[in-house]
């Protein structure tokens, strides 16, 4: 089993609807999860970090937590066509970050 | 802005030559990362650390080293390059307790 799961997609999604992508972990003990972005062709991107169960909400992002479930997910509302990208989740059960390969979501025009 | 550069965008080297890659952030960041990306793979961590002159191996060391002389650079260095560590290298910087880290622009290394 895998540390952090993610599909691998493509997730396909029309201009201005909600995104869903999910991400689950192994690590009970883990304690901070984050989300990145990362364009073809370029570096990861922090855009989201959460640290307790529940939504944390940033503009058009929010994160959800379930410890209980080891579920991380990410909804982007209004999705626009810059959103296409590949989104990583990250989890760190302690000093280390273990990332997930990564979501590819496509957004049409 | 946190910012993390690293020396080289794009790099071709041959077999067993000895292959320096740089980081530098300018955010006095206690940790630094090596991270490699392949295709399917994902990011694999190679080498971090938490301190000036402390390194800790992460998933995949072999062929790989590491130096960290002062707090802002941290150098990733392959040994005699292989074939198979042609890939995308990524540095990252984050402050401590809070693993928020920061990527440089990435290296793409290619080993004839």
């Known amino acids: 089993q895998k540390e952090v799961e993610q599909n691998s997609g493509p997730l396909s999604v029309p201009e201005g609807a909600i995104a869903s992508l999910n991400c689950t972990y192994s690590d009970r003990g883990s304690q901070s999860f984050f989300w990145y972005r990362q364009y073809s062709g370029k570096s990861p991107e922090l855009i989201m970090s959460i640290y307790s169960n529940g939504d944390k909400e940033d503009g058009r992002f929010t994160a959800q937590l379930n410890k209980a479930s080891q579920y991380v997910s990410l909804l982007i509302r209004d999705s626009q066509p810059s959103d296409s990208a590949t989104y990583l989740c990250a989890v760190s059960p302690g000093f280390k970050t273990i990332f997930g390969a990564g979501t590819r979501l496509f957004v049409k025009a | 802005d946190v910012k993390v550069t690293q020396s080289s965008r794009y790099l071709v080297k041959r077999t067993g030559e000895k292959v320096f890659l740089e980081c530098v952030q300018d955010m006095d960041h206690e940790n630094m990362f090596w991270y490699r990306q392949d295709p399917g793979l994902g990011l694999r961590l190679i080498y971090f650390s938490y301190d000036v002159k402390m390194k800790e191996k992460g998933d995949i060391p072999e062929g790989y080293s590491v130096s960290r002389e002062k707090k802002e650079r941290f150098s990733l260095i392959l040994e005699s390059a292989s074939t198979n560590q042609t890939s995308m290298y990524l540095c990252?910087?984050?402050?401590?307790?809070?693993?928020?880290?920061?990527f440089g622009p990435g290296t793409r290394l290619t080993v004839l």
């Open positions: 990252a910087s984050s402050p401590p307790f809070y693993n928020e880290q920061f």
